[in-house]
């Protein structure tokens, strides 16, 4: 089953009163968005399948920004203005919470390298695909988007 939503609104209880549960749960650059990790990661836990060993339980997988040192203050503005992150949480942070909230073997691995020559690409090849973009859609959406790129 899939399911796209508000997962902070998902109604957990129908899956508890069923005995059921998700056998993953993915998020891919979406959860850098939600402030409160700690909810967000309770609601998750409660979602997804527990058979009462870590092997056969639901997964989680987050392909997500973390702070990974300290950011300037237009770099924070950047990202609140341009990404919509308010909050970023530090390797150890992610890890800390996940594991308060009852998730073991947790494996963060650092993309970090790959992710920044992949945006890389991605803002030449915008930049270079301008006036085709601008064509389908519009000056001001290429604008913005170009701003959230740069971020």
Request: charged share 30%; hydrophobic share 35%.
């Amino acid at each position: 089953q899939h399911i796209q939503g508000d997962i902070l609104e998902y109604d957990v209880s129908k899956l508890a009163a069923n005995g059921e549960g998700f056998d993953s749960i993915v998020s891919w650059l979406v959860f850098l968005h939600i402030e409160d990790k700690k909810s967000l990661f309770d609601k998750c836990f409660q979602m997804l399948t527990n058979k009462g060993d870590s092997s056969s339980s639901g997964k989680l997988y987050i392909d997500d920004y973390f702070l990974k040192e300290t950011m300037t203050k237009e770099q924070v503005q950047s990202l609140e203005k341009n990404v919509y992150c308010t909050e970023l949480p530090s390797r150890e942070e992610y890890i800390d919470t996940l594991d308060k909230c009852g998730f073991e073997n947790i494996i963060f691995e650092d993309r970090t390298d790959c992710w920044t020559k992949f945006t890389k690409n991605r803002l030449q090849n915008f930049i270079s695909n301008r006036d085709r973009f601008v064509e389908i859609h519009c000056i001001r959406t290429y604008e913005n988007l170009l701003l959230f790129y740069n971020a």
